[in-house]
């Protein structure tokens, strides 16, 4: 089991940036492959980024390329997700997850196959 707590939230301007940490403690981090989703009022949660266990295989959804970066360090048991050139619809609840499933190179997109999630932190990008 792992327990995950996210942190690095806050209120922002349009464009600026925001680097959110996710600290795990329990299992070693190198167990699981690790993600990033989202929740804004009123809509579904959506994927963000994910990371394989190793660390070499990214992925972040195409409506955040470019400006997202997912990284982990397995030594620290921590997940991190730079996010630049904020927008207002970037405004949401953050969560990071874990899967135990993974292989050393899977990246999970789908929210439903993570095994533990985090409290959230929110994000609030002001126009």
């Known amino acids: 089991q792992v327990h995950l707590v996210e942190s690095g939230g806050g209120l922002v301007q349009a464009g600026g940036s925001l680097r959110l940490s996710c600290e795990a403690s329990g299992r070693p981090l190198s167990s699981y492959a690790m993600g990033w989703f989202r929740q804004a009022p009123g809509k579904e949660r959506e994927f963000v980024a994910g990371?394989?266990?190793?660390?070499?295989?990214?992925l972040v959804a195409d409506s955040m390329k470019g400006r997202f970066t997912i990284s982990r360090d397995n030594a620290k048991n921590m997940v991190y997700l730079q996010m630049n050139s904020l927008k207002p619809e970037d405004t949401a609840v953050y969560y990071c997850?874990?899967?135990?499933?993974?292989?050393?190179?899977?990246?999970?997109?789908?929210?439903?196959?993570?095994?533990?999630w985090g409290q959230g932190t929110q994000v609030t990008v002001s126009s």
């Open positions: 997850a874990a899967d135990i499933s993974g292989s050393m190179v899977d990246v999970i997109t789908n929210g439903y196959e993570y095994d533990y």
């Open positions: 990371i394989s266990r190793s660390g070499r295989i990214t």
